[in-house]
């Protein structure tokens, strides 16, 4: 089964998710994460640099490129863990997850401050990694050659 690790450049722990995943017998995608911590930042200076709003570093080769490579690798995973904390390119990355009908799971460094109802879309979150990894092996096991299912709470 494969799981695209979502997160933040800026998170240490999606390495060590991504190891445990593997570990435990799972494909793990978060090659997106060899960029550093610094990707995003450098991104925008070059653009700026070259005299680019963010409209048009949008449209940019470097841009569309990334995106590309991150969306088929989405489209190609059975599953996504959202790694928290992480930002609004992950959130989009998960809800996009979900809208593909995708087994979805997030996993909280703590228990958030402010709750926020809209994780119900997912399966299950986690505060424990062990937790999460024992939740993937017996979704592996109910659905051997897992690509989509229709797992929408509003459908149960």
């Given at each position: 089964?494969?799981?695209?690790?979502?997160?933040?450049?800026?998170?240490?722990?999606?390495?060590?998710?991504?190891?445990?995943?593997?570990?435990?017998?799972?494909?793990?995608?978060?090659?997106?994460?060899?960029?550093?911590?610094?990707?995003?930042?450098?991104?925008?200076?070059?653009?700026?640099?070259?005299?680019?709003?963010?409209?048009?570093?949008?449209?940019?080769?470097?841009?569309?490129?990334?995106?590309?490579?991150?969306l088929?690798?989405?489209?190609?995973s059975?599953?996504?863990?959202?790694?928290?904390?992480?930002?609004?390119?992950?959130?989009?990355?998960?809800?996009y997850?979900?809208?593909?009908?995708?087994?979805?799971?997030?996993?909280?460094?703590?228990?958030?401050?402010?709750?926020?109802?809209?994780?119900?879309?997912?399966?299950?979150?986690?505060?424990?990694?062990?937790?999460?990894?024992?939740?993937?092996?017996?979704?592996?096991?109910?659905?051997?050659?897992?690509?989509?299912?229709?797992?929408?709470?509003?459908?149960?």
């Amino acid at each position: 089964m494969k799981v695209y690790v979502i997160g933040s450049l800026r998170n240490p722990r999606i390495t060590e998710v991504g190891n445990a995943l593997r570990k435990a017998g799972h494909e793990a995608f978060e090659d997106w994460h060899s960029g550093g911590p610094e990707a995003d930042d450098e991104w925008q200076r070059y653009e700026r640099e070259r005299g680019r709003g963010y409209k048009e570093a949008l449209r940019g080769h470097h841009a569309l490129n990334i995106f590309h490579f991150d969306l088929y690798h989405l489209n190609e995973s059975d599953a996504a863990v959202l790694v928290m904390p992480a930002g609004r390119s992950a959130h989009l990355e998960l809800g996009y997850m979900v809208g593909r009908k995708k087994h979805t799971y997030v996993l909280f460094d703590a228990e958030p401050e402010r709750f926020d109802i809209m994780y119900n879309l997912c399966q299950e979150v986690f505060f424990n990694l062990d937790e999460l990894l024992d939740a993937l092996n017996k979704l592996r096991e109910q659905y051997p050659g897992l690509r989509t299912v229709d797992h929408a709470p509003w459908n149960a």
